[in-house]
C-alpha cells in the first residue's frame, strides 16, 4: 500500500503572497484543511508545511512554508500534493481508493473473477469502478446491492445482475 496519497492539485494562484488554490481529491474539503504537512513528491520526500488552509467555493486555497511571492506560486501550478495516509482520517471499516487499484473482483457466489480495478470514479450517485480483464473495460456500480464485501486482501466480492459482466451468471 502507498504510504503517500494525492490529496490535492495546485491549479491557480491568488494574490500576490504566494497564496495557491487547489483542487481537493479528499473526501472533503474539511479533511484537507486539517492536514499540516504535504508533499511534493509521492516517496515523502520534499515535505512542505502547511501555514493556512481555507475553503471556498469548491476549493481549498493555501499557503505553503516557504512560498511567500505569486512567481514562486506559480511555478507550481499544475503540482500535485501528497498526503501521508495516517494524516487523512478513515472510518472503521473504511479503505482508500488507491487501495482498491489492483484487486480482483470477485462473485461472491461462484467465485469466477470478473477482472481488476483500474479506476474508480464518481459519478455523483456513488462511485464506479472500472473492471478490466482482457484489455476490456466494465463499469461497476460501488453500492452495497451490488457489494457483498471488500477485503483489502482478497478482493472485493460482488453479487452482479445478469448483463453486468458479459459472463455474469442468472442470479436466482
Not at 513528491?41 to 516557504?66: Q, R
Not at 473495460?137 to 471488500?150: G, M, Q, R, T
Amino acid at each position: 500500500m502507498k504510504q503517500y496519497l494525492e490529496a490535492c492539485e495546485i491549479i491557480n494562484i491568488r494574490g500576490l503572497k504566494g497564496e495557491v488554490k487547489v483542487d481537493c481529491f479528499c473526501d472533503s474539503l474539511d479533511i484537507l484543511c486539517d492536514i499540516k504537512t504535504l508533499y511534493f513528491d509521492e516517496n515523502g520526500n520534499e515535505p512542505v508545511k502547511v501555514i493556512s488552509a481555507k475553503p471556498y467555493k469548491g476549493f481549498v486555497y493555501l499557503m505553503l512554508d516557504g512560498v511567500s511571492d505569486a512567481d514562486h506560486a506559480n511555478k507550481l501550478r499544475g503540482k500535485t500534493l501528497f498526503a501521508h495516509r495516517d494524516d487523512i482520517p478513515v472510518e472503521e471499516g473504511g479503505y482508500f481508493i488507491e487501495d482498491l487499484l489492483g484487486l480482483s473482483v470477485i462473485d461472491a457466489q461462484t467465485g469466477k473473477i470478473y477482472g481488476t480495478i483500474s479506476d474508480v470514479f464518481n459519478s455523483g450517485a456513488s462511485d464506479i469502478y472500472t473492471v478490466t480483464k482482457d484489455g476490456k473495460d466494465n463499469l461497476f456500480p460501488a453500492v452495497s446491492e451490488f457489494i457483498e464485501e471488500i477485503d483489502l486482501e482478497k478482493g472485493v466480492f460482488v453479487r452482479p445482475i445478469p448483463g453486468m459482466f458479459d459472463e455474469a451468471e442468472e442470479i436466482e
